[in-house]
């Protein structure tokens, strides 16, 4: 099976000197990467910046701005028949970018933001996706429901929930808690390495895959 995974931050361009980003380590979708390698699977792993080591036999494809991201997954998604989409995306960039270093002078700097395109949202309809898709959440309150909501709207087969407003799991971790959410259904898996759970997060997008036809 050919795998797409998507992991890391992404960096909005502000000026030449500055971007906008959030706290992913890219370690959930390296460790997706890994996992899945190793049992002998083809993977593309698309990246944002990150200060991980490359998995072992994975085609990689390094990425900075969601712009980015969203073309690498656009031209490569038609040939992957599962796609996990573990990287954290920034939802908004900077509406203009300074051609030149922008200077401290007054007391308060105020920058419009225009919405990203929606990499997640656009796997089904805009790209045509038609194999197994899992989304994640990394959510700060009503965990659950947030992620019911995104498998609905983006029509995954689950979300992986967590709660990054945690210090010990989730974002710069080791380790995480996550929470499987289904269409009928959710299953929590209690504190573990990323390492492991990666194991299983795959293993349940594996159980998806279609019976061969007799």
């Known amino acids: 099976m050919t795998i797409l995974i998507t992991a890391g ?11 906008l980003s959030n706290r992913s380590s890219g370690k959930m979708g390296y ?3 890994a996992a899945a390698s190793a049992i002998g699977h083809r993977v593309l792993l698309i990246s944002g910046p990150t200060n991980l080591d490359i998995p072992s036999g994975v085609d990689f494809v390094p990425v900075e701005s969601a ?26 960039r900077p509406a203009n970018f300074a051609s030149d270093k922008i200077k401290k002078t007054d007391d308060v700097l105020t920058v419009d933001f225009v919405r990203n395109p929606d990499i997640l949202g656009s796997a089904r309809k805009e790209m045509g996706f038609e194999g197994i898709l899992v989304g994640f959440a990394a959510e700060t309150q009503n965990l659950e429901e947030n992620a019911r909501h995104k498998l609905t709207r983006k029509k995954c ?22 929470l499987l959410v289904y269409p009928d259904h959710s299953q929590p898996l209690p504190r573990d390495s990323k390492e492991h759970l990666a ?6 997008a594996l159980k998806l895959r279609p019976l061969p036809s007799s």
């Open 157 to 178: 087969d689950f979300v992986v929930a967590n709660d990054v407003s945690r210090r010990d799991i989730g974002f710069d971790s080791n380790d995480n808690e996550i």
């Open 67 to 92: 712009a980015d991201m969203y073309q690498a997954v656009a031209t490569r998604i038609g040939k992957c028949e599962l796609a996990i989409f573990a990287a954290a995306v920034a939802d908004y």
């Open 9 to 19: 931050p992404t960096r909005e361009p502000l000026d030449p000197v500055r971007y």
């Open 31 to 33: 460790a997706l990467a």
């Open 199 to 204: 194991h299983h997060i795959l293993e349940a």
